[in-house]
């Protein structure tokens, strides 16, 4: 079965120093992994995705991930944070072949401090 | 940018009722789906649809619920008879599902709607 872990609930960071929010996956089969961000009373936003081919993709508003087969990881980063950036933030996964929907992880919220 | 929009954006009601979440989707996409968000908890799929019928649906998804794709446009979320435990954030989603199936290309969410059963 399908799941994925964030293990950090909670990401404080200084403005303007990198950032990383953790993400670990467990599947049968080679996985799609999505990142995604939601800002208060809004939807999820997707910022990038893990498919084939390159295993460092880049997204939405400087953020980029890093695809660890041998780690079952996939870390979102982004060398200069903003206090805009603070948000929830959720890793997913989706199966390659069959079930195409995502299962996300609990989440962790990044708060980044002026 | 085109958008998926969800109705209401606040839905309150009582235990037993039935309610109707509706959204719609992007208009050129062809796969749609609906989870949800218990507070403070992540978030859960319940069910897909596709070609006018349900592609699959999660263990959440039993008889109370139901979905529909009543004309072109609109996808809607019914709950028959709503349970105290089924408030939460209702998020409607699409995709295109071209160029190599569904599962390539990102899923766009709606705002959502918070449906809360008294």
């Known amino acids: 079965a399908q799941s994925v872990a964030q293990p950090e609930d909670q990401v404080n960071v200084a403005e303007g120093n990198p950032l990383t929010v953790k993400c670990t996956y467990s599947?049968?089969?080679?996985?799609?992994l999505f990142w995604y961000v939601q800002y208060p009373n809004r939807g999820l936003q997707f910022l990038l995705k893990?498919?084939?081919?390159?295993?460092l993709v880049k997204g939405s508003y400087g953020f980029e991930a890093e695809f660890n087969k041998s780690q079952t990881s996939f870390h979102l980063k982004k060398p200069s944070a903003l206090v805009s950036d603070s948000a929830l933030y959720f890793c997913?996964?989706?199966?390659?072949?069959?079930?195409?929907?995502?299962?996300f992880g609990t989440g962790t919220r990044l708060t980044v401090i002026p | 940018e085109p958008e998926v929009t969800q109705t209401p954006s606040h839905q309150v009601t009582q235990m037993g009722q039935e309610v109707i979440l509706r959204c719609v989707p992007i208009s050129n996409h062809l796969y749609f789906y609906w989870y949800r968000q218990i507070l403070g908890q992540k978030v859960e799929f319940l069910v897909s649809f596709y070609n006018n019928e349900i592609s699959e649906k999660s263990e959440i998804f039993d008889d109370q619920f139901s979905v529909e794709r009543p004309d072109g446009s609109n996808f809607t979320l019914k709950i028959r008879s709503t349970k105290l435990e089924d408030s939460a954030m209702y998020f409607c989603?699409?995709?295109?599902?071209?160029?190599?199936?569904?599962?390539?290309?990102?899923?766009?969410f709606g705002p959502g709607t918070r449906l809360t059963v008294l």
């Open positions: 599947v049968s089969g080679n996985p799609y």
């Open positions: 997913a996964v989706r199966v390659r072949t069959g079930a195409n929907n995502l299962f």
């Open positions: 989603a699409s995709t295109i599902g071209l160029a190599g199936g569904p599962g390539y290309n990102e899923q766009f």
């Open positions: 893990y498919i084939t081919g390159d295993n």
